[in-house]
């Protein structure tokens, strides 16, 4: 009952299981899932592709290099800020364990 009521802290494991969830599970579930979607809706189909056709024919090669290294590294900083957040709640739980731990 002290964990519903927000009176004992979620442990370090669950952030860890919840962190390593969102940098390998969330990506590729999202991924299937866009694609499923895509395939089921004809409509999503045809408007997907006409867009991809028409901005990636707009392109030079080196405007597209630019687009899938901004791409990239949009991810690769996504990855970085989702890694962040688990590192302060970890040290937060760590911080707030010392504190009451401690005899003051």
Known sequence: MDFLTFKQMI???VLIVFYYLGVFIFPLVSFFLFSWLIKKYKLLNIIGSTTKKMTWGLLNKKNKIVFVAISISLFLFMQLI????????IA???IRDALLNTPL
């Not at 989702?82 to 709640?89: D, G, V």
Request: aromatic share 28%.
């Open 11 to 13: 442990s370090i494991e």
């Open 92 to 94: 937060y739980i760590q």
């Open 82 to 89: 989702w890694r962040m957040i688990f590192e302060f709640l």
